[in-house]
């Protein structure tokens, strides 16, 4: 049986120039048609660019540093030890002639970590609130630590389980009329902020002229 050939039709390599269309490229590894700037340079090979796309060369590392994450740790540690002023010179370098798009960059990043993580900001202000009017004593242990930040998660938990605002209030207050209370796990309570907004640093419990 004879074989007929197509001769017209263009055949397009895995990871070349797309036929016909100058400003494409086929990756070697998803076989997308995708536009240049979709690849990463490489001078080293006749067109320039990578063979894979930069979605797939970036999902390739991923999937290698979460197989040999301590390897490569080691590797980048070992390399900036003895490359240190190298490294340092080119991070300047890149953000100078970047600084715009790394600053935003950055503003994106501390922003999306803000919103998923705002029970632990504000244990940490909290915190420093309390170290300032010198309500946290220095003897807590990291475990007391965690339980405080326990109570800052429980407290955003209330708020989606209820559909209202809690605070982290202090049992005894911190700077109260006759009495001040420690930044401690067991003087910590979670309550509507509406109830701690309008106990105002009250202690009513407590009647230090009694006896």
């Known amino acids: ?18 036929k016909g269309d100058p400003d494409l490229k086929v990756c070697g590894t998803c076989k997308e048609e995708k536009p240049l700037s979709a690849f990463y ?11 894979s796309c930069k979605s797939c ?11 040999n994450r301590d390897v490569v740790l080691e590797k980048v540690k070992k390399y900036y030890q003895e490359n240190r002023d190298v490294v340092l010179e080119r991070v300047k370098k890149y953000y100078q002639e970047n600084r715009d798009v790394v600053l935003e960059r950055n503003r994106d990043v501390a922003k999306a970590w803000r919103k998923a993580n705002l029970e632990l900001l504000s244990a940490h202000a909290a915190s420093r609130r309390a170290r300032k009017k010198q309500a946290q004593p ?54 509507p902020a509406k109830h701690n907004l309008e106990k105002n640093n009250r202690f009513d419990d407590w009647n230090l002229n009694d006896g």
């Not at 001769?7 to 120039?17: A, I, N, Y």
């Not at 405080?148 to 049992?171: A, P």
């Open 1 to 18: 049986m004879q074989l007929e050939m197509d001769f017209e039709t263009p055949v397009t390599m895995l990871g070349s120039l797309a």
């Open 41 to 51: 340079k490489n001078r080293s090979v006749k067109d320039g660019l990578e063979a």
């Open 57 to 67: 060369r970036r999902k390739a590392r991923k999937k290698h540093y979460q197989e």
């Open 138 to 191: 220095p003897w807590l242990t990291e475990e007391h630590i965690n339980q405080i930040k326990v109570e800052y998660k429980n407290s955003k938990r209330m708020k989606k389980l209820t559909g209202i605002e809690h605070h982290v209030d202090h049992i005894v207050p911190l700077a109260g009329k006759n009495v001040c209370g420690l930044h401690v796990p067991w003087n910590l309570q979670v309550i």
